[in-house]
């Protein structure tokens, strides 16, 4: 009768093993996120109050709304490194349709604000439109297609406003990017919106299935009746759409619009989606990682600067991060190989 109980107890610790591993792409972000938190919190004690929440809140919104897009790219084993050139192209597209006459070294043809508004996203909506021709009609690697569209997106930007600094863009554009309501900045709403329609979308509708069947096991989808070039050209979009949301906001929320202005969100957008769990591998992981991972960054760079450590040493500390994140994934894609092997 004591063989069953030893069997029984035996097999509790391996199947907490099994959940572990299993889980751990999830654990692991949010055990990080909860002890960055307590580390910041007594660290400094300004760190955690309701104003500094908001404050992080503010400071990751345009890297989120970036990474919302690119959560559907990287769900389809994709990559979209294009995404903060288009962001640039964006916001100065949204400012050069803007401009007044007194902007007299940057010729242009000044629009209302809603048209102006219009072009900056058709022109987004265009680059990735590109970028989906060129992922799936001309099979071109999206790694490399994007590379291209990056440079191209620099251009766009380096034509428009030629070394200038633009500085007016349409007043619904300024409300998003700098207003607040009831104490709440609009960026920060405008990152919510996003963030409960990607999550709506990936999990409640047939597209959100088809991206993480394509993701997972792409031959699969296709035997399946799923047209995986259009899933494909369909997030390539969306990552663009979302791009240029976040390039119009950002532009209002920093005051001006200027070449290179976003350069420096690829990696955040990329880290925000692979920290917080997402599989680089595709299938696995959703908004709620993306989340996760930008509540990481978000928390990492203001805690880092309210504890005042080296400039230098934080951008060391990111990428540490980063790596144990790619550790971690390719740990977990290994383990999936193992079994199903």
Request: aromatic share 8%.
């Amino acid at each position: 009768m004591t063989v069953p109980a030893q069997e029984n107890a035996e097999a509790q610790p391996s199947r907490v093993g099994a959940f572990i591993r299993n889980r751990i792409r999830n654990i692991a972000p949010f055990a990080t996120l909860i002890i960055l938190l307590a580390f910041f919190s007594i660290a400094s004690p300004s760190f955690f109050t309701v104003d500094n929440g908001v404050n992080v809140l503010t400071q990751v919104s345009v890297t989120g709304v970036m990474a919302v897009g690119l959560t559907f790219v990287i769900l389809c084993a994709e990559i979209d490194l294009s995404v903060a050139a288009i962001a640039n192209a964006t916001g100065i597209a949204v400012a050069y349709f803007t401009l007044q006459e007194s902007y007299v070294n940057i010729p242009n043809i000044p629009l209302p604000g809603f048209a102006a508004i219009g072009l900056a996203l058709l022109v987004c909506a265009i680059l990735g439109l590109v970028n989906a021709f060129g992922t799936t009609i001309i099979s071109i690697p999206s790694f490399i297609m994007t590379l291209a569209m990056m440079q191209i997106g620099a251009g766009i930007s380096a034509l428009l406003v030629r070394g200038q600094i633009a500085y007016a863009v349409p007043d619904l554009v300024t409300t998003l990017g700098s207003g607040a309501v009831g104490g709440v900045p609009w960026i920060v709403i405008v990152l919510g919106v996003f963030l409960v329609v990607g999550h709506v979308v990936l999990t409640y509708t047939r597209f959100g299935r088809y991206v993480y069947m394509v993701g997972g096991n792409r031959e699969a989808a296709e035997y399946s009746g799923v047209n995986v070039k259009v899933v494909l050209g369909a997030v390539m979009v969306i990552s663009a759409v979302c791009s240029g949301v976040a390039g119009m906001i950002g532009v209002a929320h920093f005051g001006s619009a200027q070449q290179n202005e976003f350069d420096g969100y690829l990696l955040d957008a990329i880290a925000a989606v692979v920290v917080g769990g997402t599989s680089l591998f595709g299938g696995r992981g959703g908004i709620g990682n993306t989340i996760i991972g930008l509540c990481i960054l978000g928390v990492l760079n203001n805690g880092l600067d309210h504890v005042q450590i080296d400039s230098f040493l934080k951008i060391l500390i990111r990428g540490i991060i980063l790596l144990v994140a790619l550790i971690i994934n390719v740990y977990v894609q290994n383990l999936r190989d193992r079994e199903r092997g």
